[in-house]
């Protein structure tokens, strides 16, 4: 049976508040959109699209709750954005909307129960949160033959490389003369909303949480952004990694919300000499033998170890993490993932030989029907030919 015959046949199809909830006419089952500019209709699936029912392949449907709803049981900031808005501006921050190239996804309806984005957005410019980017912002979207021909049409040089180009036209062309084809104005944030980005930086964080649950209990204590923003009341949430990571360690036994960020980590692997830690992680490996080989031996399948694995992994703790992925292939976890990552995490190394030999434990570990296999055959010929080149 399927979504829509579920809706026709007027059965029980979900619980989301405590009540059973039955739709007995299909139309009425989809969001209204009425309030949706004809300009941006373009950037959203078609209507029937947006049902107030999410289906994940059971007879039972989670209702959707309504962003009015949720201001209801949720905490405003203290300067009184929601959660749904924090998330908008962590969207906003990076330069695509409104009308984004791929649309709205469909995550604003179902997950934070926002069908009109745009209005969304501009309620949030209203009170100071964004504003309209400078069209120069846009100019690293545009291909070397367009920002040649804004050069061209104010009797500009076109010499130089691209970084050359858009510096000449930052430099040379008002904002206000600047006619880019096809150009859609950008949101940019303001100071107040990167303070508010800032101080309730949990909403990103935990929208992208490896842990994510639902919101139903049903299958164990939940760990969403809504338990986190109850933690809030007053809205004061700027100590949010402290709260967050220590609920991490009771959890998950590893607290990542104090991590660095991970644009800040970006800028650290590029000053690392990982080869140079070569020695340095093969020496902490073999220390954990003994360690390892034990933890191999006790109850599980691995999975509760390669989660683990993926949490240090994700704080930059590489060496605890391989000592996880290590405990979990031992005990001959069958997960694809497993057995990429932790390759992956040798080559960041060199460490090509360790590399090779886990990629040779996961091809007898991971089904042969699974579609994933066929990465793991790639990554041992590359890392063949590595072994080959540096003997």
């Known amino acids: 049976m399927g979504l829509f015959d579920i809706f026709k046949s007027k ?13 007995s006419n299909l139309k009425d089952s989809f969001a209204d959109s009425s309030s949706i500019s004809q ?110 021909q804004l050069l061209i049409n104010e009797g500009l040089s076109t010499v130089g490389k691209k970084a050359d180009l858009i510096s000449r036209i930052v430099t040379e062309i008002p904002d206000e003369r600047l006619a880019i084809p096809n150009y859609e104005p950008k949101y940019e944030l303001t100071d107040l909303g990167k303070a508010e980005l800032e101080d309730n930086g949990y909403v990103p964080y935990m929208h992208r949480h490896n842990h994510l649950t639902t919101e139903d209990n049903s299958f164990g204590e939940t760990f969403t952004v809504w338990d986190i923003n109850k933690l809030f009341p007053d809205g004061k949430a700027t100590n949010w990694r402290s709260v967050v990571g220590d609920i991490e360690k009771k959890r998950f036994g590893v607290d990542m919300a104090n991590a660095i960020p991970i644009e800040k980590s970006r800028e650290v692997l590029k000053k690392t000499d990982y080869a140079a830690k070569r020695d340095e992680v093969r020496e902490y490996l073999e220390s954990m033998k003994d360690e390892i080989a034990k933890e191999i031996k006790t109850d ?28 979990s292939i031992g005990k001959r976890f069958d997960a694809p993932a497993l057995y990429i990552d932790t390759a992956k995490l040798l080559r960041k190394y060199g460490m090509y030989e360790e590399e090779l030999s886990v990629i040779n434990a996961g091809l007898l570990n991971v089904p042969k029907n699974n579609r994933h296999r066929n990465e793991l055959f790639d990554r041992k010929k590359k890392v063949q030919e590595l072994i080959k080149k540096n003997k």
Do not use: N
């Open 11 to 23: 059965k029980t199809i979900g619980e989301s508040d405590g009540m059973t909830h039955v739709v």
């Open 39 to 148: 300009d941006e209709r373009p950037y959203y699936q078609s209507d029937d699209y947006y049902t107030f029912y999410s289906y994940p392949g059971t007879e039972m449907a989670t209702r959707v709750i309504t962003f009015e709803e949720r201001k209801k049981t949720s905490f405003p900031s203290a300067r009184g954005l929601y959660v749904a808005e924090i998330m908008l501006l962590e969207y906003c921050s990076r330069g695509k909307y409104p009308k984004p190239k791929g649309g709205y996804p469909g995550l604003w309806w179902f997950k934070y129960g926002i069908r009109d984005v745009g209005h969304a957005l501009e309620s949030l410019r209203d009170r100071g949160f964004i504003q309209w980017a400078p069209k120069v912002k846009s100019l690293g979207t545009l291909k070397v033959d367009e920002l040649k």
């Open 300 to 327: 599980g399948d691995g999975f509760a170890e390669e989660s683990q694995g993926f949490d240090l992994k994700s704080t930059g703790r590489d060496k605890e993490a391989l000592v996880k992925f290590y405990i």
